[in-house]
C-alpha cells in the first residue's frame, strides 16, 4: 500500500514510518495539515495515517473535509489516550479506525491489515490463484501446501494487484504502491519483482497485459 502518515512528533513517526516500511508497504511522512492537503491531492494513497494535534490545526478538520468532499480513502486517527471525546469525534467525522498512543506496532500492522481489507470488500483474509493459496493477514504464502518465503516488496506488490481482483494495474500504480516520494525506484524494478514472483509461486501468479499493465491470476474460490 501507500500510506500517509501526518505525524508531528518526530520520533513517533520514524518509528512508525520504519515499521509499515518493514512491512513493505511506501509511506510518505508529512507534520503538517497543509502539507497533508497538498500530498493528498496530489497521491491516490491507500490509507491516512492521522494525527489530530498538528501544529497549523486539527486533523479532524482535515477528515471533514476530505468526506464532505467524498473522499473515501480509509484514515486511522491517532490520539492520546485521554483524547477519549475525540476518539468519539474521529468516528463521528469519518474515520474507520483509531490507534490509542502509545500503540503497539504489531497492533498498527493489524489494523492496517484490517482497514485495508474492509475497503477492498473483501473480509477474506485467505486467497487461492491455482494451487497458490495467499493469507493476507499473516503474510503467509504456500505453493501446492508447502511454505513460500516472499520479501516485504514482494507481498506488497501482490496486495497492490489482490486488492483490484481482475482489474489490470498499470506499472505506474504499482511503483506507487511500492514507493514513496523520494525512494529511489529502479525503471525495472516492478518487472524484476513479477518476474520473482513467478518464480516463487509459478507463472500463473500474475498475468502480464502487455502494453498496460498487470492483473492477478485467475482466482479459485477460498
Ligand atoms: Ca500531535
Known amino acids: 500500500m501507500r500510506i500517509l502518515l501526518v505525524e508531528d512528533e ?5 518509528a512508525v ?6 512491512q513493505g508497504h511506501a509511506v510518505d ?16 494513497y491507500d490509507l491516512v495515517l492521522l494525527d489530530l494535534q498538528l501544529p497549523d490545526g486539527q486533523g479532524l478538520d482535515l477528515l471533514r473535509r476530505l468526506r464532505r468532499a467524498g473522499d473515501r480513502r480509509p484514515v486511522i486517527i491517532l490520539t492520546a489516550r485521554d483524547q477519549v471525546r475525540d476518539r468519539i469525534a474521529g468516528l463521528d467525522a ?3 479506525d483509531y490507534l490509542v498512543k502509545p500503540f503497539d506496532l504489531a497492533e498498527l500492522s493489524a489494523r492496517l491489515g484490517a482497514v485495508a481489507r474492509r475497503y477492498s470488500g473483501d473480509p477474506s483474509p485467505l486467497r487461492r490463484v491455482g494451487a497458490v493459496a495467499l493469507d493476507i493477514a499473516r503474510h503467509q504464502a504456500t505453493l501446492a501446501g508447502e511454505r513460500v518465503e516472499l520479501t516485504a516488496r514482494e507481498w506488497a506488490l501482490l496486495e497492490a494487484l489482490l486488492r483490484r481482483p481482475g482489474a489490470i494495474v498499470s506499472k505506474a500504480q504499482l511503483e506507487d ?8 525506484v529502479e525503471s525495472n524494478a516492478v518487472e524484476a519483482h513479477v ?4 518464480k516463487k509461486l509459478g507463472r500463473d501468479i500474475v498475468v502480464t497485459q502487455r502494453g ?3 492483473r492477478l491470476g485467475d482466482e479459485a474460490p477460498a
Open 177 to 184: 504502491a511500492l514507493y514513496a516520494f523520494g525512494d529511489e
Open 10 to 14: 518526530g520520533d513517533l513517526a520514524a
Open 29 to 44: 511522512g508529512v507534520a503538517r495539515l497543509d502539507e497533508a492537503g497538498a500530498a493528498l491531492a496530489a497521491v491516490d
Open 17 to 22: 514510518a520504519e515499521h509499515i516500511r518493514g
Open 195 to 198: 518476474s520473482r514472483l513467478r
Open 212 to 214: 498496460l499493465g498487470y
Open 94 to 96: 469519518g474515520a474507520d
